[in-house]
């Protein structure tokens, strides 16, 4: 090989490798990304929405508008993590059923709608006030340490989405 040749090959290589490095480097970016939606969005909104229903509770639903306005906030979080997930393809099949699956549980709550807020029942406060200690046993509520981890998110979700399923078949029988 001459000594052109051995050049080129190394400037090749050299190139290949900082390729490699640039679209690694964006992959972890992508994934952050759709982490932080997650953790910011959905989980630290999950916590928020654990407290105002204690507040509602204590203060006798004086306000129930701050409780629907922020399921509707865990809501749009959750959406823009499947849809951006999506996009980017970081979100595996089963993380993206999982959140599905939570999503459309909590979608089955009173939530407010674009100009108009939602009515309460004392049914609805009932089972905002069971989400309200699900989330607490699930470890989503205020004073309770949360992981900024993807996976430990996800764990959440699946065990929140399922006790979600059972209470909610229970609160219907009832």
Known sequence: MSKKQKIIVNISIGLNILLISIAAWGYMKMKFVKEQIFIVEVQHNLVELEGLIAKQKEDNWSEPNLVTTELGDVLNGIWLGITTGEQLGTLSKSEKETLNNLYNKLKQFPNDELYRFADL??????????????LREVGLGLRIPVSGSM?????QAEELEGKLRFHCIRLTIS
């Not at 406060?125 to 699900?134: D, G, M, N, R």
């Open 151 to 155: 996976k430990y998110f996800i764990n």
């Open 121 to 134: 029942t004392e049914e609805d406060k009932v089972y905002f006030e069971k989400l309200q200690e699900i």
